[in-house]
T-cell receptor, first 111, second 116 residues
């Protein structure tokens, strides 16, 4: 399983766009990139998943360059409620219900 | 559709005791995974059950065990509790079909276990 590296923490202000970058230098051909969000005392919640280029949903965008050695989660116009830990996961789709979480990025959004 | 439920939400035990935690997956989900979350080690995968069979296992001692029932509900058991077992135990369910095709995992609120 590819190891991921993310910033331990980030600060932002309400209304700003936040970009969290994840490094995964040894990503394999069959690996996908998935991001989860976790609020204090709650279980993680799936945000977005992608393989290459750009993926967008109602919550976030995921940018993946051609070499796939990194990815960037983009949160548009964050609010206080976006304060959470964000995890980048890399792995094959066929690994069943086993997720390997790294340390995550603790995002703090200030008013 | 109801989400993943876990019972109890909070639990206090003493060293040496054993504990059983319960997880009810989302209706229709056949895969149930368990995770342990601690401030020091973060989120760690314990094991996954699919159709009453353990399909994946993490690196935890044999004191940690689990099972899944025919209705997909799952329990995990920790025997001979140690202080280091104090953690948030999370359960997640997914549609993951046989063969392990990835599906989004839906997590429950967790059970906060404190070992004194």
């Amino acid at each position: 399983l590819a190891k991921t590296t993310q910033p331990i923490s980030m600060d932002s202000y309400e209304g700003q766009e936040v970009n969290i970058t994840c490094s995964h230098n040894n990503i394999a051909t069959n690996d996908y990139i998935t991001w989860y969000q976790q609020f204090p005392s709650q279980g993680p919640r799936f945000i977005i998943q992608g393989y290459k280029t750009k993926v967008t949903n109602e919550v976030a965008s995921l940018f993946i360059p051609a070499d796939r050695k990194s990815s960037t989660l983009s949160l548009p116009r964050v609010s206080l409620s976006d304060t959470a830990v964000y995890y980048c996961l890399v792995g094959r789709l066929n690994q069943g219900g086993k997720l390997i979480f790294g340390q995550g990025t603790e995002l703090s959004v200030k008013p | 559709k109801a989400g993943v439920t876990q019972t109890p939400r909070y639990l206090i035990k003493t060293r040496g005791q054993q504990v059983t935690l319960s997880c009810s997956p989302i209706s229709g989900h056949r895969s149930v995974s368990w995770y342990q979350q601690t401030p020091g080690q973060g989120l760690q995968f314990l094991f996954e059950y699919f159709s009453e069979t353990q399909r994946n296992k993490g690196n935890f001692p044999g004191r940690f065990s689990g099972r899944q029932f025919s209705n997909s509900r799952s329990e995990m058991n920790v025997s001979t509790l140690e202080l280091g077992d104090s953690a948030l135990y999370l359960c997640a369910s997914s549609l993951a079909a046989s063969g392990g095709i990835y599906n989004e995992q839906f997590f429950g609120p967790g059970t906060r276990l404190t070992v004194l």
